[in-house]
């Protein structure tokens, strides 16, 4: 399984790098990003989608796996509106993305609370320590986003509507800053998933 991870990780990182070659060669809409956006989308996107899937055929005990279904539930759910107002009607602010993050925290929240406090059935000590770790993740990648979007409308206004919508922060002056915090953002988080791989492989050859 641990195989299966890295293998995840390599796709999702090709297709993050063809991503961004297209959007940054061709008058797309949601037009060029950075690196910086780049990483992060791509990191984003896998630890809503594809992470947790994983995780639920990784897990062995009931009430794991139920939060893993519970969290893919809901954020395949977002996929589907927010894909909707992108790509079909182009009517997609910022504001939508940051209510749905606040109710995502809150959700994933109440399933750390279940796990270990509504459970009495648990017995998977490692994989609580585990899944607590992925939620805690996915709350701070849920803040950082918000963070992200807040500035990220502040600078477009309403241009992330429309066929020429404009949805990431470019090598454009005017995203330097929010460039500069995305990329010191990056380095956290990709120190926080080594510890997370860690505790990954532990539990896979507990």
Request: hydrophobic share 55%.
């Amino acid at each position: 399984m641990v195989v299966v991870f890295f293998g995840l990780v390599v796709i999702m990182t090709l297709i993050m790098r063809q991503y961004y070659r297209y959007q940054n060669t061709r008058q797309s809409i949601g037009g060029k990003m950075s690196s910086a956006k780049a990483f992060w989308l791509g990191y984003a996107l896998f630890n809503y989608f594809i992470f947790p899937i994983y995780l639920y055929f990784l897990f062995e005990e009931e009430t794991l796996q139920t939060s893993m279904t519970i969290i893919i539930a809901l954020f395949y759910f977002r996929m589907l509106i927010q894909g909707f107002l992108m790509f079909a009607t182009r009517n997609w602010i910022p504001i939508y993305g940051i209510a749905y993050n606040i109710f995502s925290v809150a959700v994933v929240i109440l399933i750390l609370c279940f796990v270990w406090y509504g459970s009495h059935a648990f017995i998977d000590q490692l994989g609580s320590l585990l899944l607590t770790l992925v939620i805690f993740k996915l709350c701070l990648i849920l803040v950082t986003d918000t963070y992200y979007a807040m500035k990220f409308q502040k600078i477009v206004g309403d241009e992330t509507k429309g066929a020429n919508a404009i949805w990431y922060a470019s090598n454009e002056a005017k995203f330097d800053a929010i460039n500069q915090t995305t990329t010191s953002n990056n380095k956290i988080f990709i120190l926080i998933s080594i510890i997370e791989i860690a505790l990954l492989m532990a539990y896979v050859q507990s």
